[in-house]
T-cell receptor, first 112, second 116 residues
């Protein structure tokens, strides 16, 4: 079945460091891919998305590229801020059931 | 603000009780989804409704049920509650695109259920 695998956290970085959070997926066909972010005490917010191979989603300095050949959708940011501290979820949409399938989430902690 | 509202924000109840969680989707969205977020199971899809009809079912227990009303708001009913039902319950909504596929899902702030 469809699934998403994310790197274990927490990821701990200093402010202005480079961020990579790895995400790989298993799916039949070519699902749309998403990154959602959950700030402490809040709900999920869509961060970025990509709907087909080689698409690059970007928002708020974060980027992720849909790589069909490696079935990956890694999240990157060139310079993180303390305000980026949150839990990040990689997800795909199951086109047959129209449900989001989430990874386990990766907690990011950024220190000044 | 995603435009999806959920009430209540917090709910504390006892084992064996029944609760109802409410969700109002974004204006214009016909599709509503329910997800459960727990420490041991992560984020799991429960059920989807589209314009009042059930469309997809995930790992939803028989003790749980949902419905979507003509004004498009949805309710998730949880009965015979157990300690393990303690979790954050999210509602999401999306619009249906031409061709039958759906746009991205927008999430509400969630209802935190604590079963004592």
């Amino acid at each position: 079945g469809n699934s998403v695998t994310q790197m274990e956290g927490p990821v701990t970085l200093s402010e202005e460091a480079f961020l990579t959070i790895n995400c790989t997926y298993t799916a039949t066909g070519y699902p749309s891919l998403f990154w959602y972010v959950q700030y402490p005490g809040e709900g999920l917010q869509l961060l970025l998305k990509a709907t087909k191979a080689d698409d690059k989603g970007s928002n708020k300095g974060f980027e992720a590229t849909y790589r069909k050949e490696t079935t990956s959708f890694h999240l990157e940011k060139g310079s993180v801020q303390v305000s980026d501290s949150a839990v990040y979820f990689c997800a795909l949409i199951d086109p047959y059931a129209d449900k989001l399938i989430f990874g386990t989430g990766t907690r990011l902690q950024v220190f000044p | 603000d995603s435009g999806v509202t959920q009430t209540p924000k917090h709910l504390i109840t006892a084992t064996g009780q029944r609760v109802t969680l409410r969700c109002s989707p974004r204006s214009g969205d016909l599709s509503v989804y329910w997800y459960q977020q727990s420490l041991d199971q992560g984020l799991q899809f429960l059920i989807q409704y589209y314009n009042g009809e059930e469309r997809a079912k995930g790992n939803i227990l028989e003790r749980f049920s949902a419905q979507q009303f003509p004004d498009l708001h949805s309710e998730l009913n949880l009965s015979s509650l157990e300690l393990g039902d303690s979790a954050l319950y999210f509602c999401a909504s999306s619009e249906r695109l031409e061709g039958g596929s759906y746009n991205e899902q927008f999430f509400g702030p969630g209802t935190r259920l604590t079963v004592l």
